[in-house]
């Protein structure tokens, strides 16, 4: 079964682009370590809530864009292994110092798939 690894991050709106590439220069390393596909998502209708919501959940300020983002891996302990070779790998260590956006206030999980739908295969 697949496991999903979920971003939600504030991002300087002006520097869309930037964090863009940034994002892209990633995928071929995710990639290696065995990912199945990646998604970032610029934050387009993203209300404020009563309780809570995005903006609220990263301490999103004025002039910040939410973007929500994932990574899906064929499996949990391939997950796992990627991220143990990521906390070894130098260009890691050295990418964390160029992050276009505050890591600090960066929201993350992996998540079990319970139910999908791909309009191509059908129901899961």
Known sequence: MP?????????????????????K???????????????EA???????????DFRRAV???????????????PDKPTRDAAMAAMMNDPDFAESMGAMPFDGKRMIY???TPIFSVDSTEGAA
């Open 3 to 23: 496991y999903i690894d979920g971003f939600v991050v504030p991002v300087p709106s002006d520097t869309r682009d930037g964090y863009a590439a940034y994002a």
């Open 25 to 39: 220069s990633w995928w071929p390393k995710f990639q290696s370590y065995g990912a199945l596909s990646t998604m």
């Open 42 to 52: 610029w934050g387009d209708d993203v209300p404020d809530g009563k309780l809570t």
């Open 59 to 73: 301490d999103a300020q004025p002039g910040e864009t939410v973007v929500f983002s994932w990574i899906i891996w």
């Open 109 to 111: 999980g992996g998540f």
